[in-house]
């Protein structure tokens, strides 16, 4: 595994290119499940989870090619409907391959996922959807089957709370059945709508783009897709808050800054100058980051895969601070972290009270998830000395060429082996 070392105390400065979002070319790519023919999708980032779900998809009897940021998939002659553990532990969205599968092939078998070590994660929306939809599912040895004799039928599920990759697995099980759909309280994430925009590219009959009442009215069969992966607004959201971090200003091009709403108010809030444009956004940070509370939603609230690297911020206001994580119930493991490197924290629940310090040391620590490395990341960035972050492979699945981002910034980062 490899190590991150970042000797820190410099000012970012510079301008960086956001690449295309994870969370969105992950569903993108499971899409192409539904569909024979050549399927074209732009801006997806080169990751080691896109290059996951491929394999998976390669194991199926897909075929796939990368021209630069565009990738090429064809689903036609699918050979196999079991996703095996191998690949589906190293990533928790394997499991987007569950309601395309069983749509095109009427059977799927997915081993149940591991993925990120930030609580329980269930997937009994995604089930109670199949289901309802006519699916019969079958739970052993650590697998999912569900199959649907004839075809799915149309369905009605209400989430009790918005779940993305639920949303996206539910839709694309639902676009080719047979009748109407309706998911009730959905999530409304952008990536939840570039999948929507693909789906309807494709064919498909869908109401709702963008609300949280999604109806899908079946078609008997789809199109190849030609779509490009919205920017990514984690990736945005993690840089900018490094220039807060760290001090300095930086400019972001290839972004959407409307899809950080919560962010960029919060941002703002602790004294940050933001000027957004359509696809750049500009950041500096001209005096020490005041003191904010933030409480994660879903979209549009403070995404929780920010809330991590906004408490490496907040460990260097001039205040109290209050984080709230209402998404996750164990997304607080960076704390201990940032703590060795000098920050005051302390977890009462599900919030966490940050007191600002005046200075963060470089120290040995370790990536224990993927935005928790985020956050040691803008620390070290920020910190008096070397800081060694190990395990990074957690970065790595996460953030298209962090190091040469971070240096075109003029960071002192390096990798090395373990
Ligand atoms: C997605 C994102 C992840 C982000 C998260 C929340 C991808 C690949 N990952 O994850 O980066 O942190 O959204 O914005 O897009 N829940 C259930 N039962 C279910 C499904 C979810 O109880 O069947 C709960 C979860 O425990 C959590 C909440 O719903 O409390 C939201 O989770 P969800 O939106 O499903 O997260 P993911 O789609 O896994």
């Known amino acids: 595994m490899d190590k991150l070392i970042i000797d820190g105390a410099r000012k970012l400065q510079g301008e960086i290119r956001i690449s295309g979002a994870k969370n969105a070319a992950l569903p993108l790519i499971a899409a192409t499940l539904l569909a024979p023919g050549w399927h074209i999708i732009h801006n997806v980032p ?109 369905g009605t599920i209400y989430f009790d709370v918005p779940s993305v990759t639920g949303t996206e697995n539910i839709l694309m099980a639902a676009v080719l059945a047979k009748g109407e759909s309706v998911i009730k309280n959905a999530a409304r994430e952008p990536e939840v709508t570039n999948l929507v925009d693909m789906l309807i590219s494709m064919g498909a009959r869908i109401e709702g783009r963008e609300t949280d009442r999604l109806t899908i009215h079946g078609v008997k069969s789809l199109n190849p897709a030609e779509i490009t992966t919205i920017p990514d607004r984690i990736e945005t959201g993690t840089y900018l808050i490094a220039v807060g971090t760290a001090g300095g200003e930086a400019t972001l091009t290839h972004c959407n800054p409307s ?123 920020a910190a008096q000395g070397v800081t060694e972050i190990s395990r990074i492979y957690h970065l790595d699945r996460e953030n298209e060429d962090m190091v040469g981002k971070l240096q075109a910034l003029g960071a002192r980062v390096s990798k090395e082996k373990e």
């Open 46 to 154: 080169d990751l080691r989870d896109t290059r996951t779900i491929l394999a998976l998809l390669e194991t199926f009897g897909a075929e796939w090619k990368r021209e630069g940021s565009t990738l090429l998939v064809k689903t036609d002659s699918l050979n196999n409907f079991e996703a095996s553990y191998d690949l589906v532990k190293t990533m928790r969205a394997s499991i987007l391959v569950l309601g395309p599968l069983l749509a095109r092939m009427g059977k799927a078998k997915v081993s149940l996922p591991g993925g990120c070590a930030i609580g329980a994660r269930p997937i009994d929306f995604h089930l109670q959807g199949l289901k309802n939809m006519g699916a019969s599912l079958d739970l052993e040895d650590g697998y999912v089957t569900a199959s649907a004799q004839n075809h799915l039928t149309g």
């Open 259 to 381: 899809h950080l709403p919560a962010l960029i108010v919060k941002l703002r809030a602790a004294g940050l100058i933001i000027k957004e444009s359509e696809n750049s956004i500009f950041v500096s940070r001209p005096a020490k980051v005041q003191s904010i509370d933030i409480k994660t939603h879903p979209y549009p609230g403070f995404p929780t895969d920010l809330q991590a690297q906004l408490m490496a911020l907040m460990s260097l206001s001039t205040g109290l601070s209050v984080i709230t994580e209402t998404i996750f119930e164990n997304r607080f493991m960076h704390v201990a972290e940032l703590k060795r490197m000098g920050a005051e924290i302390k977890i009462n629940g599900n919030s966490a009270i940050v007191k600002g310090v005046n200075q963060l040391n470089g120290a040995q620590v370790m990536a224990t998830d993927l935005r928790a490395s985020a956050s040691l990341g803008g620390a070290g960035l």
